[in-house]
């Protein structure tokens, strides 16, 4: 059974910075898309930052230049750090892996097969 745990939300201000981390078992394969989504209250899931299993990664729109996606494949753990973030971060974050299909992924996250509980960021303005 795959389980995605996330942990490192919470209050911050605006401006400021968090490190989210994902704890990635029973996930077998070896070719993955690992990746970091978020869903705001009202609002359609948004592709954050996918990482592939070969190291390569790429970011949506609201996260290039601020957001850096990691893996660390000792401790299957994926992580997730943002500088200046903003008010309109504010979202529930979940980490996710697929088999396949960064590109898509990033696009449609809801299409993940695998998913975590997620873990609220509020940004103080």
């Known amino acids: 059974q795959v389980q995605l745990v996330e942990s490192g939300g919470g209050l911050v201000q605006d401006g400021g910075s968090l490190r989210l981390s994902c704890v990635v078992s029973?996930?077998?394969?070896?070719?993955?898309?690992m990746n970091w989504f978020r869903q705001a209250p009202g609002k359609e899931p948004e592709g954050g930052a996918v990482?592939?299993?070969?190291?390569?990664?790429s970011y949506g729109g609201a996260a290039k230049g601020r957001f850096t996606i990691s893996q660390d494949k000792s401790k299957n753990t994926l992580y997730l750090q943002m500088n200046n973030l903003k008010p309109e971060d504010n979202a529930m974050y979940y980490c996710?892996?697929?088999?396949?299909?960064?590109?898509?992924?990033?696009?449609?996250?809801?299409?993940?097969?695998?998913r975590g509980q997620g873990t609220q960021v509020t940004v103080s303005s």
């Open positions: 029973g996930y077998t394969y070896s070719t993955y898309c």
């Open positions: 996710a892996v697929d088999g396949f299909g960064c590109s898509y992924l990033l696009r449609h996250p809801n299409d993940n097969k695998h």
């Open positions: 990482i592939e299993s070969d190291g390569r990664s």
